[in-house]
Structures are given as structure tokens and as C-alpha cells.
């Protein structure tokens, strides 16, 4: 039977994931569903939200919306030529519209973002800020750097953001990122670790292990709107004198960080949500906390949509 502390800091690191995994698979079912046309169709790619389709889906000659079925479908406006084409430039529309008109800033910010690919279907693209508005999957990378020692506890290397991005100014694992279009997870670690870490891709390929992809159903608190995550995630065991150096404005520093700090610093708040649970992850696979069949539940969840 787990101690009364035990299970306090499960209890602890299970609210830590809900914050980023807050949606129940019933709760799907009265959501509106994203429909492709063939070759993509029988499949739902994303559950866009109620305003979005009111405001920015509407009939077209881009969309049906079918509210018997709460389903919208992206027509195929290349007639079978280049549907993949198709569906990125129906989406490139909308971005544009609501961008121009300054619908949903809290979401798109008013300015364009990166382009990603679908998960599923890497040749349909979308800016990476309409993922929400669209309720689509997203794909993201990381690295957890950490030094083992002696004893056999862990020394781990945590990121401090810089104040220009997202989450300014919170901790977050050693190297974190986003899967671009056309990229794949590996190009993505070896571009983001260079930039964030100095790490290169041959202390990449000698040092990093590539683990079990995580994934998350999250409902963003401030609009109710929502995403998938799939995250492609590498433990990297840094062998004596290598350290990650700051090579980007987005990173301020970089800290070391035993275990007792690393959790002491989760209590506080002070890393990015969607930090927590990669470090909850390494702290389950390598036994540093017990396996919880809730909290292992949660970071593998099958995704409703294709990934």
C-alpha cells in the first residue's frame, strides 16, 4: 500500500497532466466533427469549434455543414487533381479571413504563424496558430538532458524561457519544439536542439534515446477551443563534460536540477504546462516514482483523430 506521502505527490503530478489532458472522450460526442473528401474521408481529422463554424465555416464553395451530423466537409475544390492542395488552401482561407478581420486574436494574434502538417496526412498544411480553431492534432518534439550520477540519482539540465515567446519566462525540459511542414520528428530535434541547446546531431545520435510518444486531448481554459498533441520525445544521458549552451534568444538559461528541485519547482508552478508531463514520463520509465496505470493512461491516450 502506498504511503500517505506516495500518494499525496500521485495525486500531485495527476493534476499536473489533467491541466494539459482535460477532455473526456464523451465530451467529443457533441462537438463538430471535421470531415476530408476522398481519398481522405470514413475518417473525423478534427472537432472544430462552435464559433468557428459559425463564423468561419459556413456553406461554400469550400464547405458543407451538415447539422444533422454536426459535420463539416472540405470540399474538394481541385476536383480530384490535388486534393491534398485543396483542403491546405480551404484552411489558408480562413486563416486569412479571420486574421483580416481580427476574429479570434486571442488564438491567432492577429498575424500569421509557421505552417505544420496533419498529422496523418503530412501533405494537407495549416498555420500553426489555427490548430484550435480547427480542433486538429499537433506534432512536437522534445529532449530531457539529465546526468546520472555515482549514486544513482539524477541531475537534470532544465531550459529557462526567454521573454519573447510563449510561456515567457517559465522552466521547460532541455530542448522543446514544434514538427514543422514537411519536416519529420528527427529533422525537428536536430533543428531545435542545435538552436535552443547547442547540442549537435552527432552527440544527438551517440546520446539521445527516443521513447514512446506521448499524446494529449486538451480544451484551452480561455476558449473552451481544442487540440491534440503528439509529442516525439528523446531522453538524452549526457556523457561527462557536455552541457547544453543557449544558441537562441529564446532560451535564457540553462539549469541544473536535482530531482527534489525539479519536483520542488513543479510545486511552485514554475515550468510550462506542457512541460510536466514529459518530466512525469521520465520520472515513471525510470522508476523514480512507481508506475501509475492513471497517470501511464493519460500520457498514451489513443487519438481520436489520425496520427
Not at 509557421?114 to 512536437?140: D, M, N, Q, V, Y
Not at 563534460?241 to 544558441?247: F, K, L
Amino acid at each position: 500500500m502506498a504511503s500517505p506521502a506516495l500518494t499525496e505527490q500521485l495525486q500531485f503530478f495527476r493534476a499536473l497532466v489533467e491541466k494539459v489532458d482535460n477532455v473526456r472522450d464523451e465530451d467529443l460526442k457533441l462537438k463538430w466533427k471535421l470531415r476530408f473528401p476522398h481519398p481522405y474521408d470514413d475518417r473525423i481529422w478534427g472537432y472544430p469549434d462552435d464559433d468557428v463554424v459559425t463564423e468561419l465555416l459556413q456553406p461554400s464553395d469550400k464547405y458543407i455543414v451538415d447539422e444533422t451530423c454536426k459535420c463539416v466537409y472540405v470540399k474538394d475544390s481541385s476536383e480530384g487533381r490535388d486534393t491534398a492542395n485543396a483542403i491546405s488552401q480551404a484552411f489558408q482561407e480562413i486563416t486569412d479571413a479571420a486574421i483580416k478581420a481580427n476574429k479570434f486574436a486571442n488564438v491567432l494574434h492577429g498575424r500569421h504563424s509557421e505552417k505544420h502538417s496533419i498529422a496523418g496526412a503530412e501533405e494537407i498544411e495549416f498555420e500553426r496558430f489555427t490548430t484550435p480553431l480547427l480542433g486538429l492534432a499537433t506534432k512536437g518534439v522534445s529532449v530531457i538532458a539529465y546526468e546520472l550520477n555515482p549514486d544513482l540519482s539524477f541531475n537534470f539540465w532544465v531550459q529557462h524561457r526567454g521573454l519573447n515567446v510563449f510561456s515567457p519566462n517559465m522552466l521547460d525540459v532541455t530542448v522543446a519544439g514544434c514538427v514543422r511542414a514537411r519536416q519529420e520528428p528527427w529533422d525537428s530535434i536536430v533543428e531545435e536542439a542545435k538552436e535552443e541547446a547547442s547540442f549537435t546531431e552527432k552527440q544527438l545520435r551517440e546520446h539521445a534515446t527516443e521513447i514512446e510518444e506521448l499524446t494529449y486531448y486538451r480544451r484551452i481554459p480561455e476558449t473552451g477551443m481544442l487540440i491534440f498533441g503528439i509529442m516525439y520525445s528523446y531522453d538524452m544521458l549526457l556523457p561527462e563534460g557536455v552541457e547544453p549552451v543557449p544558441s537562441s534568444p529564446e532560451v535564457t538559461e540553462f539549469q541544473r536540477m536535482s530531482t527534489q528541485e525539479l519536483i520542488e519547482a513543479m510545486k511552485r508552478g514554475r515550468f510550462r504546462p506542457g512541460a510536466n508531463p514529459l518530466i512525469i514520463d521520465f520520472f515513471i520509465r525510470h522508476k523514480i516514482i512507481p508506475e501509475d496505470d492513471d497517470l501511464v493512461r493519460r500520457l498514451h491516450r489513443p487519438l481520436p483523430v489520425p496520427s
